[in-house]
């Protein structure tokens, strides 16, 4: 226990002089965002911290509610719908950060259900969007372009690097055919 103690008062030297505990650290790293726990790790790594001294910092965090996978993966989704991204770029945003699946496949199903999402009809919007302009004349008037094959490849191109699932591109193709 008393190990733990002097985790916690222990400074560390940082390159502008002044000393900090790594959980003065963790927590100044905490501020501008939330991060996840393999990207505070490797933070506190960086850092020059001991093994020791990240998982101390790491549970202490967890304890505290300010290290939460889940809820980072839940707000991730948030912040990828307000965008007009499908699930899966945030999937892989968030593999890349280090959360693991089952906690991704968890906190997407949770976000899905409690803001009842419907992927199709946003893929269909951002569709759409690309489909329709409005005239520059200054009438208000929207103007629907020609939908052929090179307008088709660009709008599927778009909702797949937005994050879109293939049946739902395919879907939104379909129903822009109609």
Known sequence: MKDFKTIETKKIQTKSAQQKTPLEMAS???ANRMRTVLEMKEYLQNKGCTNKEI????DELKELKYLDDYYYAVRYFEYNHGKNRGSLRAIRELEEKGVDG???????EDYVYENSIDEFAEALNLARKELYYMKEDGSGRVIR???????MAKIARKLERSGFQNEHIYRVLGE???
């Open 102 to 108: 089952e906690t991704i496949k968890n906190a997407y």
């Open 55 to 58: 998982t101390y910092v790491i």
């Open 176 to 178: 822009l055919r109609k």
């Open 145 to 151: 372009r020609e939908l052929d094959e090179k307008l």
């Open 28 to 30: 100044a790293y905490l």
